[in-house]
């Protein structure tokens, strides 16, 4: 390092780690150092719990399609409900072909639909 180099680093260091710890131990720093722990915090905790609704979310989906709906994952609740629905009407569909009986029977009839 030049002689010139040397001479502003013993003016400068000083004035600016002075400066730089005033602003290390001001209590606006302080305070924001805090608030960022606290938010740290709550992140991790939100983060677990949304963890917990996608595992919810995600068996969810699968016990849909092992049932023979057909949702995928990423679909809006309403989508999901327009596929239960046709789902539904499928299966009511199919049980008044193999029993075509029971369309006479008023209990039936009220309790699929």
Do not use: C
């Not at 000083?14 to 131990?25: D, F, G, H, R």
């Not at 399609?65 to 949702?71: E, F, L, P, T």
């Not at 994952?73 to 046709?86: F, S, V």
Request: net charge positive.
């Amino acid at each position: 390092m030049s002689i010139l180099g040397k001479i502003l680093e013993a003016v400068l260091k000083p004035i600016l780690q002075y400066k730089a710890n005033k602003i290390i131990n001001s209590e606006e720093y302080q305070s924001t150092l805090k608030e960022m722990a606290h938010n740290t915090d709550e992140m991790v905790r939100l983060t677990a719990k949304l963890k917990d609704k996608v595992d919810v979310y995600n068996k969810s989906i699968k016990s849909m399609q092992s049932a023979g709906i057909k949702v995928k994952t990423g679909q809006t609740p309403t989508q999901m409900i327009a596929a239960y629905d046709k789902w539904q009407k499928e299966q009511h569909e199919e049980f008044w072909k193999k029993h075509p009986e029971m369309a006479n029977n008023p209990e039936w009839k009220n309790m699929l639909e």
